[in-house]
């Protein structure tokens, strides 16, 4: 006997046989660009005003870069719960939960007043930190019969270039007129219209299904349940409650520890060259704070066709070595720029290249990330992972910080933990599955 309709929609469709139309996508694109914009404005926006940050407390640059080590160890706690959010609550509400997470830690980081303060209200960053872990599990179940998916995606995971870019840009703007407490209060006032508009949103039909199957399980339609999870491609594990330990079955136990240490040693570079940009091109490289904001914006405008073209890339020659070989040219071209002379003709285009092949590969990692685990632990498998973002920040600021203190010279410290960091993670990502494509080569919507 069939099972009865379980959360029509006012149209009469089941949720997980709503079509996902081409109006849809975009929509579920623009909103899910501009929650990413918003999420990366904010990170970035205390990375880069840390040296002004640190000015008017009084701290020294292995101070703050302290500070920003106990921070990320904050974000990585709140991190780990965002993995059950997004398989318990559903794509859209972990959208909003997030989104409403990053605006307290924005708005809350303007009334800090000292070290500890500043340290906690930075750890409730991690939710909108891993606001691009809904995207990469959301857009993968929304694009599933879209063509070209890795380049459409690209777009959507160019907000962070533009989220950068936006923040330094503002920064250099702005800073002068309000101060640096309010440039985070505007940062604040951004989520919380993403929010607004991902309330309007559908939810994935995948995730709907996945709640019906286990409704239909709970309701003793075993035959009915079992005939939508194969209509949706639903392991047998759909039917209950996901773990850590479903992303470590013999199946993807190998899988998952190279995609988290690719991850983990990535986040070496990433705080060295994008979150701590403006302290490693002032100490390092004799560059003045104005001047650095403005390599920043200039970089991060080169940094989004970074992210286009390997997600343009990922759906020609496959996602996972796309990814490999973007961050083993990053790894030279940093270490180049590091090593080379410090005028801006030098520094500008390989700071530059830098960005554009340390970050522009996360355009493939992230929609890779999402079609690498089964839909039952597609959540959780991909925060498994990302997780190991804030806790290999909370690693390369503190080798960071260690070098430093120990005496050890700005740009030898920033070559052994960024350079090193990027070459390792792209060693690690050469031992994740190969996944096949059957859309490779085609045109968005053909």
Not at 63 to 68: K, M, P, R, V
Not at 111 to 125: E, K, P, Q, T
Not at 189 to 210: G, K, Q, Y
Not at 399 to 413: M, Y
Request: net charge neutral; charged share 10%.
């Amino acid at each position: 006997m069939p099972s009865p309709r379980s959360g029509s929609t006012h149209t009469g469709v089941e949720p997980w046989n709503v079509k996902i139309t081409a109006k849809t996508i975009r929509q579920v694109s623009v909103v899910c660009f501009i929650a990413w914009v918003a999420s990366v404005y904010d990170f970035t926006l205390f990375g880069t005003l840390l040296p002004v940050i640190a000015e008017d407390f009084g701290w020294s640059v292995a101070e703050s870069a302290a500070i920003n080590t106990y921070a990320t160890i904050g974000v990585f706690i709140v991190a780990l719960s965002v993995g059950t959010i997004i398989d318990r609550m559903g794509r859209k509400k972990a959208l909003m939960v997030l989104m409403l997470g990053g605006a307290v830690a924005s708005g809350l980081t303007g009334a800090a007043i000292g070290a500890v303060s500043l340290v906690i209200i930075r750890s409730f960053s991690g939710f909108s930190m891993s606001e691009e872990v809904v995207n990469a599990v959301y857009l993968n179940e929304m694009y599933k019969e879209a063509k070209s998916k890795g380049l459409m995606y690209s777009l959507v995971q160019g907000g962070w270039p533009v989220g950068a870019l936006v923040s330094a840009g503002l920064s250099a703007l702005t800073l002068p007129l309000i101060g640096w407490r309010w440039s985070f209060v505007v940062a604040a006032v951004l989520s919380i219209i993403v929010v607004v508009l991902a309330s309007r949103l559908p939810e994935s039909p995948t995730f709907a299904a996945m709640q019906e199957v286990r409704r239909r399980r709970a309701a003793g339609d075993t035959a009915g349940a079992q005939a939508l999870a194969d209509e949706h491609d639903l392991e047998e594990a759909a039917h209950h409650a996901t773990g850590l330990k479903d992303v470590f079955t013999p199946e993807l136990r190998w899988h998952t520890t190279c995609l988290s240490l690719a991850w983990f040693f990535n986040w070496f570079a990433i705080q060295i060259f994008s979150v701590l940009g403006t302290t490693i091109l002032v100490e390092a490289k004799d560059v003045s704070f104005e001047n650095a904001l403005i390599i920043l914006v200039l970089s991060n405008a080169v940094g989004f066709v970074g992210y286009v073209s390997h997600g343009w890339l990922g759906d020609r020659i496959g996602r996972k070595w796309t990814v490999v070989l973007g961050w083993i040219a990053g790894g030279l071209v940093s270490l180049a720029m590091l090593l080379g002379p410090g005028n801006a003709a030098f520094i500008i285009p390989l700071y530059a290249l830098t960005l554009f092949f340390l970050t522009g590969p996360y355009a493939a990692l992230l929609f890779y990330m999402g079609e690498s685990f089964p839909p039952q632990v597609r959540g959780m498998g991909a925060n498994v992972a990302h997780v190991m973002a804030p806790l290999g920040g909370v690693a390369g600021s503190g080798l960071f910080t260690i070098l430093l203190t120990a005496g050890v010279d700005t740009g030898l410290a920033a070559i052994i933990t960024g350079t090193g960091g990027l070459i390792l993670s792209a060693l690690c990502m050469a031992g994740t599955r190969t996944i096949h494509d059957a859309h490779q080569k085609s045109t968005v919507f053909a």
